[in-house]
């Protein structure tokens, strides 16, 4: 049973396990935690538990309740060693706080940190699956962060939207409710007084995206629109549907399920599992430009042959993980590629006969093959 409307969030039947998310302006102000929101929250996770529903949080609010506790300035997050400072000091009274409210309902909370590599790896993407299955399973409640203390720059998810829409791979989720700021996807700026909320998206477009203006309302987290649009694209390839409401007013939960004030992003199709994984990917080790012949093949369902390669961009082994754009720079699909960058370079634009001689051992069928490759 499909999720089509938002009503569908609070349905066991059609919503077996939600991943909630909550950004750090809900959960922290000028005073500390938001200890009596928090609670309130707590009662309908408890209640969404009680109808028979598995929840898991992602729980934002570690900088910032830790800025606030080591006093520095920008919400902890004028700099990289600021921002994990702050997120050691303010991850403990967090989770804390979560498990001690949650317990108030017999519930008990599970933390998780997770960094980026930690779902990118498929190792540790299983390891992590594994975990989340296991809790569930003995009715805890996980209560997942990024583990902002370790994560340096380049290996960061940074906002952790686009962390609740893998966490919800992960843990095979029904759906994922982004709490925020905003009522929803506003067909332009919310400010301007003609903007409308859209109800449902059926697929992030560019147009789509073309309605957001990027940047955190609040100043507190570091999400905004466009990272919750990249965690609806996330989560629609992985067969899972996405909505975005408003955490502020009481009962938040209710008053986007029951009275409908939301966006709900469908989701697509079901991809297979390993290959949602693979289109979630965040960090790409390169990228392989492809001519309109092969891009055209390639939409079609054929693997990348080196003919149709007419670039290749970055440093990258056998295995890894690659974008395939078009001549313009879209990215049409992520694949593992099965050679490694130099290897790519040598054999780009050149026909299957003659790759033998160039590498010097038996070639493989394809630069990427269709089975590891996933459209965008
Ligand atoms: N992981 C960050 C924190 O706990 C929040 C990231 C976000 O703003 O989405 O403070």
Redesign the pocket.
């Known amino acids: 049973m499909q999720i089509t409307a938002l009503s569908d969030l609070a349905d066991p039947a059609r919503c077996p396990r939600l991943v909630v998310k909550v950004?750090?302006a809900l959960l922290v102000d000028a005073d500390g935690p938001r200890r009596a929101w928090i609670a309130a929250l707590v009662s309908e996770l408890a209640a969404a538990r009680a109808r028979g529903q598995d929840v898991i949080v992602v729980?934002?609010?570690?900088?910032?309740l830790g800025a606030r506790t080591l006093g520095l300035d920008k919400g902890g997050r004028g700099s990289l060693a600021d921002a994990q400072a702050a997120?050691a000091v303010?991850?403990i009274a967090?989770s804390g706080l979560w498990a001690e409210l949650l317990a108030q309902h017999g519930l008990t909370a599970a933390q998780l940190l997770l960094t980026l590599d930690d779902l990118e790896d498929r190792r540790r993407y299983l390891n992590a699956t594994a975990t989340l299955s296991r809790l569930l399973d003995a009715g805890a409640v996980p209560v997942i962060?990024?583990n902002?203390s370790v994560a340096t720059q380049e290996i960061r998810?940074?906002?952790?939207?686009r962390?609740a829409a893998r966490v919800a791979q992960a843990a095979r989720a029904s759906a994922v409710l982004l709490l925020s700021d905003v009522d929803g996807l506003y067909d332009r700026n919310p400010a301007d007084p003609a903007a409308e909320r859209l109800a449902v998206v059926r697929g992030v477009t560019p147009a789509i995206h073309a309605m957001a203006d990027g940047g955190?309302g609040s100043g507190?987290?570091?999400?905004g629109m466009t990272?919750k649009l990249q965690a609806a694209e996330i989560a629609e390839l992985a067969g899972i549907a996405l909505a975005i409401g408003n955490g502020a007013p009481e009962a938040p939960m209710a008053r986007i399920t029951q009275g409908g004030i939301g966006t709900l992003f469908l989701p697509r199709g079901k991809a297979r599992a390993r290959k949602a994984w693979l289109g979630g990917r965040l960090r790409l080790k390169g990228t392989l430009t492809v001519d309109p012949g092969a891009a055209q093949a390639l939409l079609g369902g054929a693997s990348l042959l080196a003919k149709g390669i007419s670039g290749v961009a970055g440093e990258f082994a056998r295995g890894d993980a690659v974008g395939i754009a078009d001549t313009a720079g879209a990215v049409l699909a992520h694949g593992l590629v099965e050679y490694d960058a130099d290897e790519c370079r040598l054999l780009l634009g050149r026909h299957s006969n003659e790759h033998a001689a160039l590498l010097g051992y038996a070639p493989r069928p394809a630069i990427v093959h269709r089975d590891q490759l996933v459209l965008r």
Not at 59 to 64: D, E, K, R, T
Not at 220 to 223: A, F, Q
């Open positions: 950004g750090s729980s934002s609010g570690a900088i910032a997120a303010g991850q967090l962060n990024e902002d998810f940074g906002d952790n939207d962390l955190s507190l987290g570091s999400g990272s």
